[in-house]
Every structure is written in C-alpha cells, then in structure tokens.
C-alpha cells in the first residue's frame, strides 16, 4: 500500500509539472507583469531544481498539506477533508442500498417468479445510464420529495435524508452488476458437489445457503466490488454535480474550470488515498472470509 501511495504521489507531481501551464501565471493573471510573475516563481519555489521540487511536495503531500487555493487563497488540505466527508457518506450510503438489494436478491433466490423479476430489474439498472438516472430522480425529487435542502455539513437528518436519493442512483449500476454475479454465481455453488452431499446428509436449506452456497459466493462478489470501486468514484463525482452536493466531485470540477493547480492535486492525491483504503479494507475481508487465503499468504 505504501508503495502504491508513493507512485501515486509521483505520477501527481509529474503530471502537474509537464502540462503546458505555469502555476505563477495562473495565480496572477495574465496581465500581470513579468517582475511579479518572477517573484511568484521564487516564492513558489518553481526556480528550483525538479528535484528538489519533487523533495518538498512529496514531504508536503505526505502530511496532506498542499499549501494554499490559487483563487481564495484557502488551505487545500482543510478544505478536501470537509468536502471528503460529503463524499464518503454518500458513497456508504450507495454501499449499503448495494448490500440491501443483495440481500433480498438472496432472500428470493428459491422463487422462480422472484427470480425472473430479479433479473429483469438487473437488465434495466446496468442498461441506465448514470446521469439520465441522476437528472431523472433529480427532478423527481424536486417535484415529491420534501428533503431537498442540504447544509454541506451532515449537522441533521435532513442532510443525511437529502442524500439519500443521490445514493440509490450512485448504487444503481453496482447492484446491476453485482446482482448478476451473485445469482450466477449461487447457482453454481448450488450445483457443486460438497452442497449435493450436504443434502444428502439431511441438512435444512437454510443452513445449506448459509453454511455453503453464501459462503463460497461472496468471494467473487467482494473481488466483483473491488473493480467496480474506482467506476463508483467516478459516477459519484457525476452525482455530486447534478445534485448540488458540496463534496468532491463539486470541488474538482470548480477546480478544473479555474485552473487551481494545489487543489486539484489536493483532490487527486486525497481521493486515491480513499481508494487504497477501501481496497486494503477489501482485501482483508477477502482474507477473513476464505481462510486459504490467509494460509497461502502465509507459506
């Protein structure tokens, strides 16, 4: 994890360093003269060597401190961590609409009606694009839905309640996704050999679903998440603009348009920081569910 930390922070500053931009420019203008353009230059320590650069970005990153905002001159650091809260409660909100969808996907896998009917809303929640999905629940909610002010703080229920329409169409495509891998994948578990000799030996269904089919299906389902992290990222920065919420998604696109260099490398380093957790957190439960796993990581 470290080293995927470090690689990230040196593709951030190479990739901000060979762009056609000068970041003193930027921060005065362009009518500015060139003596005070110069002046920036220095105190921003862009007339140093790029090693040295690389050496006070990489100390400065590894605190989260990206220095100051081009345009208002705000703490980047600060102000990501207040947007980064927005971002990850909407994010474990669209999870856990995941997880409940999953869970009555399972409850209904005994019915063939249920299950026809599963695969029907699958078809229609990969097939629908995210930001048709978000204008139109968007404008649904303005029109019937009585929590549509939000503080950008989380200090209520009615901020948490405001996105909670954001958060269904977030988790839309992943339940798409993940539902069909599941199904799939308990209908093969189904057909195995070990759960043939569990009924054999008499044991109830629910214990069978419990003890074998569920066991042995959620592997694929938390691998199956894993890649579908960094597209729900993506899609929740979609979401964020089309709600209005003040996360993310907002800032890096306010970012982008007026070219405010700290922030943005605020953004990208923080949020692939967020990424490698929730991967790491993945992998261990990856570990924790399969013991063999743990085993072979050992020998």
């Not at 650069?53 to 345009?71: E, P, R, V, W």
């Not at 409660?89 to 609409?97: C, Q, R, S, Y």
């Not at 599941?182 to 093969?188: D, E, V």
């Not at 603009?241 to 306010?254: D, E, H, R, Y």
Request: hydrophobic share 50%; aromatic share 12%.
């Amino acid at each position: 994890m470290l080293t995927l930390w470090c690689s990230i922070i040196i593709a951030t500053f190479v990739l901000f360093h060979i762009i056609p931009t000068d970041p003193a420019r930027t921060l005065l203008g362009p009518n500015a003269p060139e003596e005070q353009v110069a002046s920036a230059r220095q105190r921003l320590g862009l007339d140093q060597p790029p090693a040295l650069q690389f050496f006070h970005f990489a100390f400065h990153a590894f605190k989260l401190d990206f220095g100051n905002s081009f345009i208002d001159s705000r703490p980047v650091g600060l102000e990501v961590r207040r947007k980064i809260v927005n971002t990850a409660t909407l994010t474990v909100m669209a999870v856990l609409f995941i997880a409940l969808y999953l869970t009555v996907q399972v409850l209904l896998q005994g019915s063939r009606k249920w299950s026809r009917i599963c695969e029907l809303s699958d078809f229609l929640l990969v097939s629908l694009p995210t930001l048709f999905s978000a204008v139109l629940v968007a404008l649904t909610t303005v029109a019937y839905y009585p929590f549509t002010r939000f503080s950008g703080f989380l200090t209520s229920l009615s901020d948490f309640m405001f996105l909670i329409p954001a958060a269904f169409v977030l988790a839309c495509y992943p339940m798409g996704i993940l539902g069909r891998i599941l199904r799939r994948q308990m209908h093969l578990v189904s057909g195995t050999e070990y759960v043939r000799a569990a009924r054999a030996r008499g044991l109830s269904e629910n214990r069978i679903l419990r003890r074998y089919i569920l066991r042995n299906s959620w592997l694929p389902i938390i691998a199956a998440f894993g890649n579908q992290l960094p597209l729900l990222l993506t899609s929740t920065f979609i979401v964020e603009i089309v709600f209005s919420i003040p996360g993310i998604g907002s800032l890096l696109l306010k970012s982008v348009l007026e070219r405010d260099l700290p922030m943005m490398e605020g953004i990208i380093i923080v949020t692939s920081l967020f990424t490698l957790m929730v991967s790491f957190a993945l992998e261990v439960m990856y570990q924790l569910i399969d013991p063999r796993i743990r085993s072979n990581h050992v020998q």
